[in-house]
T-cell receptor, first 115, second 114 residues
């Protein structure tokens, strides 16, 4: 398996623009997580899905952030409008605890810079 | 609620010296415990995990960790570090049977000095 695939790896955008980050989880994994990593806050859980359904989005910082999982193999995290303080590395991770798998597998991340 | 505390934000150590990265956790339920490593510009990859059984867990790259339930700790150790061990290390917990959320510490930056 290719692992968790995120795109793009790097994104530079201007303040006010819409940004869409993409994630393809490992096939068969039924949990998907979106994290944000910054120097100030470390790793923060933004939202997670189980079987494509959002379970907990309490970590989403503002209404400007939204996430979807239209099917088991694809998820998006959208920021609209983007702000400089959204600059961070965004990670997607997946796992399948129901089959005895306990750890999360992470993608390589998307480094977002909002100027 | 769960929380993870990594007591040292930065740990410099000379090559071939031993190292210990400390992790304490707080949880009202039983948890699984993990250590992840993040190399520059990379995602997190699993070093080792504790689920049950022997409290001493061995992982990849010569790392090991010991679970101490009474002290709610899960410290990571390596007897002799290499330059290639320079990375960020994260301790994490996930509670049993509660939706599989992962709670991460703030990370420890390990720098191995030649």
């Amino acid at each position: 398996d290719a692992g968790v695939i995120q795109s793009p790896r790097h994104e530079v955008t201007e303040m006010g623009q819409e940004v869409t980050l993409r994630c393809k989880p490992i096939s068969g994994h039924d949990y998907l997580f979106w994290y944000r990593q910054t120097m100030m806050r470390g790793l923060e859980l933004l939202i997670y899905f189980n079987n494509n359904v959002p379970i907990d989005d309490s970590g989403m910082p503002e209404d400007r952030f939204s996430a979807k999982m239209p099917n088991a193999s694809f998820s998006t995290l959208k920021i609209q409008p983007s702000e400089p303080r959204d600059s961070a590395v965004y990670f997607c991770a997946s796992t399948r605890p129901g089959q005895g798998l306990t750890e999360a597998f992470f993608g390589q991340g998307t480094r977002l810079t909002v100027v | 609620a769960q929380s993870v505390t990594q007591l040292d934000s930065q740990v410099p150590v000379f090559e071939e010296a031993p190292v210990e990265l400390r992790c304490n956790y707080s949880s009202s339920v039983s948890v699984y415990l993990f250590w992840y490593v993040q190399y520059p510009n990379q995602g997190l990859q699993l070093l080792l995990k504790y689920l049950s059984g022997s409290t001493l867990v061995k992982g990849i790259n010569g790392f090991e960790a010991e679970f101490n339930k009474s002290q709610t700790s899960f410290h990571l150790r390596k007897p002799s570090v290499h330059i290639s061990d320079t990375a960020e290390y994260f301790c994490a917990v996930t509670p049993f049977n509660t939706g599989n959320q992962f709670y991460f510490g703030t990370g420890t930056s390990l720098t191995v000095i030649p």
